[in-house]
C-alpha cells in the first residue's frame, strides 16, 4: 500500500455507479501504478486498484508537490477546494471527453487548471484553451478473443446458435438504444439475427427503456430481442466475445470505448459517426453510419450479414487494428508522462 506522503498522483471517482469515467480510473490507475506512485480515491472502487479513502485527502502531508487528476466537475471544484482551502500543493489536471459547448460553471473550472487533456481532436476544438490530445485505450490483456464461443454463449445463458448483435452500456436516447431497436426490427426475417440489448437506465430513463422493450414487443420476432442488465466492468469481456457483431448506435457520445472493446475481443462494429468512433472505426474493420438513421443502420447490419459480406474480414482485422492503435498501455505511457511534466514545473 502506497504511504501517503509517498503519493505522486491522485485520480478521485466521487461517483458510485459505473460510468466510462469509472471504467477509465479502474483500468488505468492499476498500469499507471508501475511506473508512478498513483493511487484512485472514491466512495466505491474494486479492491485491486490503488486507493486511497477520501478521508485521507483531508490529511495529505505538505511534503511534496502532487497531480490531481480530475474527470468530472465535481472532481475539479474539489480540486481546487483542496488546493487553495486546505493548501495542499496540488498540480491540477482535466481530463475533457465531452463534445459540446460547455456550461459556464464547467469554462470557469477549466479555466482553473493547470492542464488539461482532450480524449480526441474533436473534443480539444471545444475546449477554449489548449489541451493535449490522449486518446482513451483498452487492456488487452482483459479483452480478448474467444476460444469457444458456443461454450461461452451457453455458459452466459444466450443462445448458442444464430447472429448475436450487441448493444452495451447506459440505456438513455442519447446512446441511440431505441434506434437499435428499430434497425434490428427492419431486418430481414432471413438473417436469424438477434439483439442483445445490456445496461443500466437510471430512474429518470425507465420509461425510454420501457418503450424500447415494448418497440421490441411489437416487432414481428420479439423472441429475438434480449434485454439483460448492467454486468460488472471486469465481466464484460466474455458478453463482447460472445457476439458476432456489435453496434454503438448513439446519437451523442464523448469517447466512447465499447467499439474498441468489441474489436479487441475480435468483433468487428458498426457505428455512427459521433464521438471518437470515425476516428476508432476504420472500413477495415466495420462501417459507420450516420447518427439518428434507423434504416440506414438496418441496411449496414444487413449487408454486413448477407453473403458476400465484409464481417469475417472485418473480424480478423479488429484486434490487430486496436492491439496498434488503442492499447491501455499507450494511454497510460502518455498519461504518466504528462504528470512528470506537471510535477516538474
Not at 501504478?33 to 486507493?51: E, K, T
Not at 434506434?179 to 420509461?207: C, S, Y
Not at 488503442?326 to 494511454?331: L, V
Request: net charge positive; aromatic share 6%.
Amino acid at each position: 500500500m502506497t504511504e501517503l506522503k509517498d503519493i505522486q498522483v491522485i485520480a478521485p471517482n466521487f461517483k458510485r455507479r459505473l460510468s466510462g469515467v469509472t471504467a477509465t480510473v479502474v483500468r488505468l490507475v492499476p498500469i499507471q501504478a508501475r511506473d508512478i506512485a498513483i493511487v484512485a480515491s472514491g466512495p466505491v472502487l474494486p479492491q485491486d486498484v490503488p486507493q486511497i479513502p477520501l478521508r485521507a485527502l483531508l490529511t495529505l502531508p505538505h511534503n511534496c508537490l502532487r497531480v490531481w487528476h480530475a474527470r468530472r466537475n465535481i472532481e475539479m471544484i474539489a480540486g481546487l477546494a483542496l488546493k487553495h482551502l486546505l493548501r495542499k500543493r496540488l498540480k491540477l489536471l482535466f481530463t475533457s471527453a465531452s463534445q459540446r459547448k460547455h456550461t459556464g460553471l464547467t469554462r470557469w473550472l477549466i479555466r482553473r487548471m493547470d492542464a488539461v487533456v482532450a480524449t480526441s481532436d474533436a473534443t480539444a476544438a471545444y475546449l477554449e484553451r489548449p489541451a493535449d490530445v490522449i486518446m482513451h485505450g483498452i487492456d488487452l490483456e482483459s479483452f480478448t478473443i474467444p476460444t469457444d464461443r458456443a461454450a461461452l454463449r451457453a455458459r452466459l445463458g444466450l443462445p448458442v446458435s444464430g447472429i448475436l448483435i450487441g448493444c452495451y452500456g447506459r440505456i438513455r436516447p442519447s446512446k441511440g438504444t431505441d434506434i437499435f431497436a428499430a434497425a434490428m426490427t427492419a431486418l430481414p426475417p432471413h438473417l436469424n439475427a438477434q439483439a442483445v440489448i445490456m445496461g443500466r437506465a437510471t430512474a429518470k430513463e425507465r420509461t425510454f427503456l420501457a418503450s424500447v422493450k415494448e418497440q421490441a414487443a411489437k416487432s414481428a420476432h420479439p423472441e429475438r430481442f434480449h434485454f439483460l442488465p448492467e454486468v460488472p466492468v471486469q465481466d464484460m469481456a466474455d458478453w463482447y466475445r460472445a457476439l458476432d457483431l456489435y453496434v454503438a448506435p448513439q446519437r451523442q457520445e464523448g469517447f466512447g470505448l465499447t467499439p474498441i472493446e468489441a474489436m479487441a475481443c475480435g468483433v468487428p462494429v458498426i457505428a455512427t459517426r459521433v464521438g471518437a468512433f470515425e476516428k476508432v472505426v476504420t472500413k477495415e474493420t466495420g462501417t459507420l453510419v450516420p447518427a439518428g438513421d434507423a434504416a440506414a443502420l438496418s441496411n449496414a447490419i444487413a449487408a454486413a450479414l448477407t453473403p458476400p459480406a465484409d464481417i469475417e474480414s472485418w473480424a480478423q482485422n479488429a484486434r490487430p487494428h486496436v492491439a496498434e492503435n488503442f492499447s491501455i498501455t499507450r494511454e497510460a505511457a502518455a498519461l504518466v508522462a504528462l504528470y512528470h511534466r506537471l510535477l516538474e514545473q
